[in-house]
């Protein structure tokens, strides 16, 4: 029996053999990658600003609605009074997205935010991305956390 | 004889390994106990406070909403109450793939216990709460099939001093016509529309005041314990016992490599969120496109948490402040039941399309594309043993006896 391998089917069967290859890799697997970067104060992209963030309850239970606070300083140190900060994220082991749209409701003075409206509907990694347009730019930064 | 007692220790150390082999092939590692112990009724936090509604806790409020739980004047044919569907010894659901009311429904009623957590009620979760939630089947033109002023005069005729002792006050109802809400029905309509703006808003409150009622008798309404909870709580935990070891490895699937736990987590083993898990339409109903439209709904509802007849303080409305755009992946998105109690209350999915469990672990393991928008699904693959044994521990999960 002779199989018929031909150019066209070899090239119809990448996608497929991408997507399989995406799925076996991570898409829908449990398995966290080893080299995460968990830290939750680091410098954005460009490296225009450094980003704190922490829950303010350290102790963020699933599917409860939370609060977090955001550090912001410039690329001397000094804190960030004003800027425009966008939330979102997900889980990009499951491709979904949060379960919430949280926003910053409150400047706290020193460089420092209030982000409300953060729930985790889901244990595993999650990641928070952060756009932040301020006065040295647009800069942004995906933080990485496993609940 | 010296020999012999050598040897015992040996085959003592045999036998243990044997039984731990045949029992529990795979010990439990600590991470995984506490996942288990995290479904447990134990860990039920205390009920959330609803501060959209004042009467949320008051025993009055939860004899009149009991009262009006199971009192068919109100619907339009004097057949139909919040029981008719929700029935206490059902689970409070009514085992039909599309629910009856005056008429035919397009979606399976859910069961009732535990919802007072939940933050959207419906399969949409169009409603942000369990007292606008119950006013949404009483306007149904295929459920109560009544309307506005209708159910303020039951009130008045029959429900008058329990109400007043909760709410306070009726508002004068003599004047206003029998029939009148923002229904479907065009005569009705046509007499709401007639009344004066002050009147409606009175009889709107009134309305209100019946779904904070009922909404009280809701939230007494609990899930009770499982074998599953017993379980846990036994000295035998994690080893078999109240669980057989079929049941327990059904469990290990369950958190492990089935993932049903990523959406049935916590102790009411749902998230409370929306997903698009490839359900199939039904043939001749209407397109549903889940929490894309019910996302919308929510928003415009003036009965919800920020509108008018809410209670709440708004910066206490978080679910609706903070509540996630209506995007491509809540399309055809339903909210994650509960499993409690999932076994004996057939069919499933948010119109009944599956007939029994097998066959919804089935739909998970297959994975198929889903009619509209994406499914969240992946193949699992699952082999008919370990379907078996999600099965058996789905099983475990209904109340005890």
């Avoid at chain 1, 992209?45 to 939370?66: F, N």
């Avoid at chain 2, 996942?35 to 939860?62: I, M």
């Avoid at chain 2, 049935?264 to 409370?272: A, E, I, K, S, V």
């Avoid at chain 2, 928008?373 to 099983?395: I, V």
Wanted: glycine share 8%; with cysteine; aromatic share 8%.
């Amino acid at each position: 029996m002779q199989t018929h391998l031909t150019r066209r089917g070899l090239l119809l069967g990448i996608p497929f053999a991408l997507s399989a290859s995406a799925l076996s890799a991570g898409l829908f697997s449990q398995t966290i990658p080893d080299d995460l970067d968990l830290a939750l104060r680091r410098s954005t992209d460009a490296s225009l600003y450094t980003v704190e963030i922490a829950p303010v309850d350290p102790s963020v239970r699933l599917g409860k609605m939370h609060a977090w606070t955001l550090g912001l300083t410039d690329k001397r140190g000094r804190p960030v009074e004003s800027a425009r900060i966008a939330i979102s994220g997900g889980m990009p082991q499951h491709g979904h997205g949060l379960p919430t749209a949280p926003a910053v409701t409150q400047t706290l003075g020193e460089g420092r935010f209030l982000i409300e409206g953060m729930k985790f509907n889901m244990r595993g990694w999650w990641e928070i991305d952060l756009t932040i347009d301020g006065p040295s730019g647009t800069d942004a930064i995906t933080f990485n956390f496993i609940l | 004889m010296r020999r012999t007692l050598h040897a015992l220790p040996v085959v003592a150390v045999g036998a243990i390994v044997l039984a731990i082999g045949a029992t529990d092939p795979v010990a439990w590692n600590e991470e995984e106990l506490a996942v288990v112990r995290s479904l447990s009724l134990d860990e039920l936090p205390p009920l959330p406070a609803d501060p959209s509604n004042r009467v949320a806790d008051d025993p009055r409020a939860v004899r009149l909403g009991k009262a009006f739980f199971f009192d068919t004047r109100f619907s339009s044919n004097g057949q139909v109450a919040c029981a008719t569907c929700h029935q206490p010894d059902r689970q409070f659901q009514d085992d039909r793939a599309l629910s009856l009311g005056v008429g035919r429904t397009n979606r399976r009623a859910m069961p009732i216990a535990g919802m007072a957590y939940s933050p959207f009620l419906f399969w949409d979760g169009r409603k942000d709460s369990l007292w606008a939630q119950a006013l949404g089947p009483l306007e149904s033109a295929v459920e109560h099939g009544g309307d506005r002023t209708q159910y303020a005069h039951v009130v008045s005729a029959h429900h008058a001093e329990a109400y007043t002792e909760v709410f306070g006050p009726l508002p004068r109802l003599d004047t206003l016509p029998p029939h009148a809400g923002p229904v479907s029905d065009p005569i009705a309509a046509a007499a709401w529309g007639s009344m004066d703006g002050a009147d409606q808003l009175a009889v709107n409150d009134v309305f209100a005041n019946i779904g904070k009622a009922i909404a009280a008798y809701e939230r007494t309404i609990l899930p009770p314990e499982t074998r599953f909870d017993a379980w846990i709580a036994s000295a035998a935990f994690p080893k078999p016992g109240l669980l057989t070891e079929d049941e327990i490895a059904g469990l290990r699937l369950f958190i492990g490599e089935a993932g049903c736990i990523n959406c049935h987590n916590g102790p009411l083993l749902t998230d409370n969120h929306f997903h698009n898990t490839g359900v199939p339409a039904v043939a001749g109903l209407p397109d549903d496109r889940g929490r894309v439209a019910g996302s919308a709904q929510v928003l415009d509802d003036p009965f919800n948490c920020l509108g008018p007849y809410s209670d709440a303080n708004p910066v206490d409305c978080t679910e609706l402040r903070f509540m996630a755009p209506a995007g491509e992946e809540m399309l055809r998105a339903f909210k994650t039941p509960s499993l409690r109690g999932v076994a004996s209350r057939s069919p499933y999915m948010h119109a009944g399309q599956i007939e029994t469990l097998d066959q919804v672990i089935v739909h998970y393991s297959a994975a198929q594309r889903a009619p509209e928008g994406l499914s969240e699904l992946r193949p699992l693959n699952l082999d008919e043993t370990q379907r078996r044994y999600l099965g058996a521990f789905l099983a475990s999960l209904d109340p005890i006896q």
